[in-house]
């Protein structure tokens, strides 16, 4: 299986830059934003770790997002989530709370689903979820 489909793509590998989400893993997109001859801006290659660091040192206006692999992904999220693919798509649930407290009232529960292409993909929209609701 290529490397592409093993980490989550550059929009959502940014987002979760963006989010504050810790910049440490095995694959990085580097994106060199420079005026090419052909009207483009921008290339995005996927390096590994210590390329992508060395890449940077050699080239401070390369922008370097972590590119995480299901496993990375499934390190940061917490247990309370599940992947499985379904056809062609792959897609992520979670139900978060929705316990009683000692008095014997529920908690609320908060229930989320999403679907992407990859697993990767699938696992960042989930952490991105998580993040953005303070989850």
């Not at 093993?6 to 987002?15: A, F, G, H, P, Y």
């Not at 014997?104 to 990767?120: R, V």
């Amino acid at each position: 299986m290529k490397t592409e489909k093993q980490v989550t793509n550059l929009e959502i590998s940014k987002k979760l830059k963006e989010l504050g989400v810790k910049q440490d893993s095995l694959w990085y997109h580097c994106e060199d934003n420079y005026n090419r001859q052909d009207g483009k801006n921008t290339i995005t290659i996927l390096f590994s770790k210590d390329i992508a660091k060395a890449r940077k040192h050699n080239a401070p206006k390369l922008e370097i997002y972590s590119a995480f692999t299901v496993a990375e992904l499934g390190e940061i999220i917490s247990k309370d989530y599940f992947s499985k693919k379904f056809g062609k798509d792959w897609i992520c649930e979670s139900e978060i709370g929705g316990g009683g407290d000692e008095y014997g009232e529920a908690e609320k529960s908060i229930y989320f689903q999403t679907k992407a292409d990859t697993e990767a993909d699938c696992r960042g929209k989930m952490l991105i979820y998580l993040i953005e609701n303070k989850v």
